[in-house]
Structure formats: C-alpha cells, structure tokens
C-alpha cells in the first residue's frame, strides 16, 4: 500500500492535534502536525534529509496571525522576529524550496482574494476547516493527482481576483521593462531590502551613483518611494538579489529602505 504523508500545520494545538488522530486512523495516511511555520520548515528539511518528503501539507490560513498579503516567495530563513511565519508564505516558501510536496489551505471562511494569494503562492487547494473528514481526503488525494481544489462558490470571485492581479502584473511589468539593466539589478536589491550603502558595496559604485539610479528607478515607475517600488516590482515578479546561504529552506522577510 502506497502511504501518503501529510503533515497539518496550524497554530491552534487542539485543532491540529484532532485533525491529525483523524487523519491517522486512515490506513494509508501518516501524519503528523506542526505547530508554527518555523517548526514546519524544520520538519519539512529533516524529512527531506532523510529522503521521507512529506507529500501533502495541510496549511492554516490564519497561521500565526495577520495574512500578509500576496508577497512572491523569496528564501530567507526563520520567519519574523517573533518567529511567525503566515500561512500564504509558508505556502510560497515551500513551493519554491520543495516544489513536489503540494500545499491546501485550511480557512475559518471563504475569501476569494486570500483564496487567490493562496492559489499564486503555489497552494494546490482551499479547504474550509469545518468541512467533512471524507471532503478533506478526496481533496488531499485530489491534489496528489495534479487536481486543484476550491469550493464551487469562491470559483467566481476567484478567477475576477486573478484575472484583475494579471492586468495590475502586465501594468507592472510594461514599467520595470523600461529600466535599464543596471536600474533593474538596482531595484532587484531594493527587493531584497538593501540600503544605499549595501547596495554600492554589491555592486561596486559610489553611494553617489546608487542614489542617482534609485532616482532614476523611482521616476521610471512612477512611485514616491522606495516601498512602493518595492511593491511594484514584486507585482511585475522581480525578485530580488539572493542574499540567503545555499540549501535552506525560507520564507520571506519584510523589506526596509
């Protein structure tokens, strides 16, 4: 018998332990559930390393507190600094760390823009967390299969936030296009949070030259400062210089001028 190995992440013990025992009583399901981002990651890269992926992740909406929005995956390494780390990027994080292990999102309720994120991110499905043991399975068993899962009465507002975040993207990118490569390499850092005085030593300039192509940056898309550049890009999908050590699994950070 081929057994499926998930792995519940969710904040709140009771709910993630239940959730579990019922999983487990399944005859071919091991399972065993994570009670922070930080603490999913580390059992994600422990299976990883002992060649026992997980293959499903069954992931808290709410997962330590505020969602942070539709943030592309970028590798850093333990979450904020309280250790948090929100469901969405957690789902991004492991699609880009461990692109075969697929992700559903347990929610409290349906949302389509957060069903949305969710499903950019890299989320394979949406699962209400009240919904039935037998729905969660054929859904799990679904995604295993290359399914994508969502309740027929978010599919609407679904695919009107999709379809409205591609036109802000194409909008997005028509403008970054206009940089040069070197603005573009500027702005990549700008992404990953580096100051002036970081990104002149990255690149070799003067911090003279940097505060010039940050200008010239800002001008070219039309935004008054460096968060919402920041913002900008991440829409048109720039993502930023790699700053972490190689073979570790993240999430990412907030970015700061």
């Known amino acids: 018998m081929v057994r499926i190995r998930v792995l519940v992440v969710d904040d709140h013990r009771i ?77 991004a994080g492991v699609r880009s760390a461990q692109p075969g292990v697929r992700t559903v999102v347990l929610a409290e309720k349906d949302d389509p823009r957060r069903a ?15 919904c039935s043991l037998s729905r969660l399975l054929t859904v799990i068993r679904g995604v295993l299969r290359g399914e994508t899962h969502l ?24 403008l970054v296009e206009s940089l040069t490569p070197r603005e573009r390499e500027v702005l990549r850092c700008m992404v990953a949070g580096l100051g002036r005085k970081a990104v002149a030593e990255r690149l070799f300039l003067s911090p003279h030259t940097v505060r010039t192509h940050m200008q010239n940056v800002l001008g070219k898309l039309g935004v008054h400062s460096t968060l919402a550049a920041v913002a900008l890009a991440r829409r048109a999908g720039v993502g930023p210089v790699d700053l972490a050590p190689a073979g570790r699994i993240g999430v990412e950070e907030s970015s700061s001028a």
């Open 15 to 91: 709910f993630a332990e239940s959730l579990a025992a019922a999983l487990a009583a399944e005859p071919d399901v091991d399972v065993l559930a994570a009670g922070s981002g930080p603490a999913a990651l580390r059992c994600l890269e422990r299976a990883a390393a002992e060649s026992r992926r997980y293959d499903v992740l069954l992931v808290d909406a709410d997962l330590g507190g505020t969602l942070t929005g539709g943030r592309p995956a970028v590798p850093v390494h333990d979450g904020d600094a309280d250790g948090l780390v929100d469901g969405i990027t957690l789902v």
């Open 116 to 130: 949305a994120l969710a499903l950019q991110a890299g989320a394979s499905g949406w699962v209400a967390k009240d």
């Open 151 to 174: 309740p027929p009465a978010l599919l609407t507002g679904v695919l009107k936030e999709l379809t409205a975040t591609r036109k802000h993207r194409t909008e997005s990118e028509r």
